[in-house]
């Protein structure tokens, strides 16, 4: 097989620089030397690839063939000894990701930090937008999708279903009374999402996997998850979010689960990346941590 791949890199050579002289001196061999390899894959093709004339060589159909088969199969082992090579360095480099605003700030951000004490060489340049975004025309490395992935363009690895919860603050259920059944929901302030497509509908999932649509009501909207959460921190009314935005309030006590059985039904979450042929260090590490921390 190595006498193959050489007699290969010979004859592309001498395509590419139009001579035997040329393509030996390239490679440090004699012309005769040259010229031997490729009566070699000649005499095994059964074949010839060059019509030779005193001023240029010409290639046959079968070399013209050939030649381009030969490229291709140098360049994939080119690939992969660089690949091998990049995937046993240390990751370095600058990585670009994408992620949902609430997502990002509360549960990304840090573990980005965590990962960059882990990997000191990488930095991180990330985007928060709730948005869909172009990852492999805008040049993103990696992205957080929540919902469904209609981009088969795209490589996903599944995260930890996005599930949303219903909590509220003492304070308020103090005030305003404790709902024992989703339809109680009707008679409390719910703190809408703005950009919700189910607006003043919540589609809720209970134990058994019973669902309930239940129609709300509320002064407080926002167009943000934050904006929620921090409302219903002061006592605003009940919200429906994130149960990994809440989850620090939820154990301090700041919020305290309404209905703990019900949740708004779960919302897969992806981990997305461009097929990259040649995965270097730094995006291979950054999948692998993203995919144990929230996986």
């Known amino acids: ?80 000894e660089a690949s091998a090579s990049e995937l046993q360095s240390t990751p370095h480099g600058r990585l670009r990701l994408v992620a949902p605003v609430s997502f990002g700030t509360q549960n990304l951000v840090p573990a980005l930090v965590e990962y960059m004490r882990q990997n000191p060489r990488v930095s991180i340049d990330l985007a928060l937008d709730n948005n869909p975004h172009d990852l492999i025309g805008e040049g993103y490395e990696l992205g957080i999708h929540i919902g469904e992935l209609n981009d088969t363009n795209l490589v996903a690895r599944s995260l930890r279903p996005y599930r949303r919860i219903l909590a509220a603050s003492p304070d308020y259920l103090a005030r305003f009374g404790v709902p024992l059944t989703p339809e109680n929901l009707t008679e409390h302030e719910c703190l809408g999402h703005t950009y919700w497509r189910t607006q003043g509908r919540w589609h809720l999932v209970g134990p058994n996997g019973q669902t309930c649509e239940v129609v709300t009501k509320g002064g407080f909207t926002a167009n943000q998850g934050q904006a929620l959460r921090m409302a219903a921190l002061h006592g605003a009314g009940i919200v429906l979010q994130p149960e990994l935005l809440l989850e620090a309030d939820l154990a301090c006590g700041a919020l ?14 992806s981990l997305v990346y461009a ?3 040649r995965p270097t260090a730094m995006l291979r590490s950054a999948i692998d941590f993203l995919v144990s921390r929230f996986g």
């Not at 009566?39 to 030779?52: D, F, K, V, W």
């Not at 305290?256 to 979450?269: F, G, Q």
């Open 1 to 80: 097989m190595t006498d193959k791949l050489a007699g290969m890199a010979m004859f592309v050579r001498v395509v590419d620089l139009g001579s035997f002289a040329a393509a030996a001196e390239a490679s440090g061999v004699s012309p005769a030397m040259a010229a031997k390899h490729i009566r070699t894959i000649e005499q095994r093709l059964g074949a010839r690839l060059l019509h030779r004339t005193t001023r240029r060589q010409q290639l046959t159909e079968v070399g013209r063939l050939y030649y381009e088969r030969s490229k291709a199969a140098l360049a994939e082992v080119e690939l992969a």
């Open 275 to 277: 097929p990259d042929r």
């Open 256 to 269: 305290v689960p309404v209905l703990p059985d019900w949740s708004y039904r779960p919302t897969p979450m």
